[in-house]
Antibody
Framework: EVHLVESGGGLVNPGGSLRLSCAAS????????MNWARQAPGKGLEWVSS????????YYADSVKGRFTVSRDNAKNSLYLQMNSLRADDTGVYYC??????????????WGQGTLVTVSS | EIVLTQSPDFQSVTPKEKVTITCRAS??????IHWYQQKPDQSPKLLIK???QSISGVPSRFTGSGSGTDFTLTINSLEGEDAATYYC?????????FGGGTKVEIK
């Protein structure tokens, strides 16, 4: 069974940093593109970033470009999101999700359970 | 950026009723639209890919249609377990974008 488990969320001060991780199991991690999406409290879904299977191609939402960095370690079946210069509007649940297609930037399936990031002083 | 506008924002429906949710794209995106269901306190779940392609394990009462700029998710004969918020998402180009969501409540 395909399984994604996020970790690393928590409370951080504005301007601070946090590194999220996503542990994958049940599939050959290194052959799929991966994504990060987020959801502010009581709000809708927002795509954050995508990374190709090898890590050679990455894409970011304008709202996080220059502050967030996506990476992956295929040997460890893990996806990461380094978040710097955090702002209050970065608060929300962060999900990792697999792209089941052979490419990048398609649909998300499955999603992890999410990890909560709260940016507040 | 491609903007997706969903309607309605909220719908209260009786069991066995038919539900129709629309998603309009700000520009033509072919069939590059996907639908998700998110139940309270759960992560989203894929229902339909590429506008109308069914997903293994998803009940057959969920169907999708449309192309270009106008898309529809239909739930035939609503069941109590279908209470959720439904989102469309486009994959025509980056940045990937989601619709604002449609909350379906069971009367």
């Amino acid at each position: 069974e395909v399984h994604l488990v996020e970790s690393g969320g928590g409370l951080v001060n504005p301007g601070g940093s946090l590194r999220l991780s996503c542990a994958a199991s049940g599939f050959t991690f290194g052959t799929y593109s991966m994504n990060w999406a987020r959801q502010a409290p009581g709000k809708g879904l927002e795509w954050v970033s995508s990374i190709s299977s090898t890590g050679s191609s990455v894409y970011y939402a304008d709202s996080v470009k220059g502050r967030f960095t996506v990476s992956r370690d295929n040997a460890k079946n893990s996806l990461y999101l380094q978040m710097n210069s955090l702002r209050a509007d970065d608060t929300g649940v962060y999900y990792c999700a697999r792209d089941p297609s052979a490419g990048i930037g398609n649909w998300f399936d499955p999603w992890g359970q999410g990890t909560l990031v709260t940016v507040s002083s | 950026e491609i903007v997706l506008t969903q309607s309605p924002d909220f719908q209260s429906v009786t069991p066995k009723e038919k539900v129709t949710i629309t998603c309009r794209a700000s520009q033509s995106i072919g069939s590059s639209i996907h639908w998700y269901q998110q139940k309270p306190d759960q992560s989203p779940k894929l229902l339909i890919k590429y506008a109308s392609q069914s997903i293994s394990g998803v009940p057959s009462r969920f169907t999708g249609s449309g192309s270009g700029t106008d898309f529809t998710l239909t739930i035939n004969s609503l069941e109590g377990e279908d209470a959720a918020t439904y989102y469309c998402q486009q994959s025509s180009r980056f940045p990937l974008t989601f619709g604002g969501g449609t909350k379906v409540e069971i009367k």
